[in-house]
């Protein structure tokens, strides 16, 4: 059985049927559908075809069982992480249960730790849960979400501020709103010129809003959003965000509107005043996954946050064992090493990245970030 890239367009184009197969079964759609869904994403967000398809054949062109991998770089505000993405995991029906997905998805690690990937990325189904962390991957997102009063909202109806869908071919220009509004928090991604197009044209296949924001004629930001819900937002100061949410709530009589956003974005400021409450979760064994590949990408970002506050403190040379870690202050620089250096468990895949759960507790001079990827980032 062969189990790596895809050799041929023939097995890729036989991955891509296969793909439309399984997940037209699971949705209950038509698989000619699914199959147009697919080629689409597949090709639409990498056109040059940096992304990569693991295959199962057990003779050429004959493909069982398929990974899409996506290559992506994270932020946890200024500090970047390369992400190899893992996407469109399926195995041909006739084969499920017969032992084949860890030999793909063992290829798919392989692939991606062999390309200097400091960790891997999925996003899995409720059917899938408990599944993924035989293989590492730990669900360490906060699923933030603020839930505003409409009612409340009524009061800030701003005829000012006008929504106009973004054309596709403008798309690009979100980009530095998206950077200012997203800076300071943690899920934030490189997004290309062709990776907005894609964004614009998939929220819009799937249901959703992808508008311009206009502020007294003068265009100010955008949002992605849906009846009830905002995905994402990104505005200049100029722009008075409630508005935005009261033209958003207005449009649909449900209470409350749901902004799908982290705690750490400005738009967080503005809710003084108006019925809001924050939701947060822990799903350790499935959702948004991570495993950690490259725990020394990890342990010197941790380091670099560590060392002013230390210095600031002006503290002579320490050693400190702390949970998994071993801390060494050289009176410069912070130095982190991890004791165990096996494929990292739930709380010490926390701990590195610096993401905030429920139940994991973080070094006093480590403060973490509720980890949230964006729904157009979800691959």
Sequence with gaps: MYAGIARSAQEIEAALRLAAQVFGSILGQDEKIIFEIKTFLWH?????????????????????????ICPRILYRKNQKFSCGGISSVCIAPHLQGQGLSPLLMTAALNWIQSHDFDMAILFGRRAVDHYYTRFGFWGVSSYNKFLVSHHDLRRYKDDRVKLIPVP?????????????????????????????????????????????????????????????????????YAVPPLAILAMIAARNESDPLTLVIPPEHPVRWVLTHVDARLETRQCSYGGHMIRILNPQSFLSAMSERMTPAVA?????????SWEDFTLRWDGVRMNITLDHPAIPTFDITTRLLGSQTLTVRHHPLDPPLSLNISLPDQL
């Design 44 to 68: 639409a967000a990498y056109p040059d075809g940096p992304e990569q398809i693991i295959i199962l054949a057990p003779k050429p062109d004959e493909v069982v069982g398929l990974i899409r």
């Design 168 to 236: 596709t071919e403008e798309s690009n220009r979100c980009s530095v709103w998206y950077e200012g509004a997203y800076k300071d928090c943690f899920g934030r991604m490189d997004r290309s010129g062709e990776q907005w197009r894609f964004i614009v044209t998939h929220m819009r296949r799937i249901g959703h809003h992808v508008d311009f924001v206009f502020f007294q004629g003068e265009l100010c930001g955008y949002v992605v959003h849906g009846t009830s819900t905002i995905f994402e937002m990104a505005l200049d």
């Design 312 to 320: 600031a403190m002006k503290s002579a040379p320490f050693t400190e």
